[in-house]
């Protein structure tokens, strides 16, 4: 049987997918290194990137965590790990390419994908504790919105601790919270019909 269809008891994960799930964590914590060695380059100059790297590491660890206390159910929820990291990823890669600094609108594209990402993550995280459909539309955009609030108020803190280069006004901020709850409930809308879809085919 070839490899990649053998099935890990443990996690209910096969190789690829486990190759997979991997390669997204080293991406991530590989770029994160990136930044914080090289810190002193131009794009990122005042970004805050070593104190940002802890943070965003963080993202690596919070589905392996949460699977854990929930008694490790199986399968591994490995494509709700990859969507959780997925927007940390974008985020920094963003700023190692400079594109922040090059393109005006990266931070608008960015804040309502990087949601889109994490409204299909918990529309997922929904549907493993057999939430309805309508319930887990209406909790992703909840806790999308909740989440951009808070993101926010995290880089108002940073910028007020001497971070110079967010440059963060009011009518960006207003804009990042319209953009990120929009793009959460998006997201959601749109995992919930291709499940739906991939319910029906299997069917």
């Not at 997204?24 to 290194?33: F, N, Q, T, V, W």
């Not at 926010?152 to 709850?181: C, I, N």
Request: a negative charge; hydrophobic letters at 50%.
């Amino acid at each position: 049987m070839p490899d990649t269809l053998e099935i890990d008891d443990s996690t209910g994960l096969s190789a690829r997918q486990r190759q997979l799930l991997w390669a997204g964590r080293i991406a991530l914590i590989g770029l994160l290194a990136f930044t914080v060695v090289f810190d002193h380059l131009p794009q990122f100059e005042g970004k805050g990137m070593p104190f940002r790297a802890p943070f965003y590491g963080a993202s690596a660890l919070f589905i392996p965590a949460v699977w854990r206390l929930r008694g490790r159910p199986a399968p591994y929820p490995w494509r709700i790990d990859l969507l959780v990291m997925a927007p940390f990823f974008c985020d920094t890669a963003a700023n190692a390419v400079n594109f922040y600094n090059d393109y005006d609108r990266t931070d608008d594209v960015l804040h309502f994908t990087n949601w889109c990402l994490l409204g299909a993550a918990i529309v997922l995280a929904c549907f493993r504790s057999d939430m309805g459909r309508l319930n887990a539309w209406a909790m992703a955009w909840g806790m999308g919105a909740l989440a951009i609030i808070w993101w926010e108020a995290a880089e108002f803190v940073v910028q007020e601790l001497g971070t110079a280069g967010l440059g963060l006004t009011y009518e960006d901020t207003v804009g990042d919270l319209l953009l990120s709850s929009t793009g959460g409930a998006v997201g959601a809308a749109v995992t919930i019909w291709i499940v739906g879809r991939r319910a029906q085919s299997s069917s």
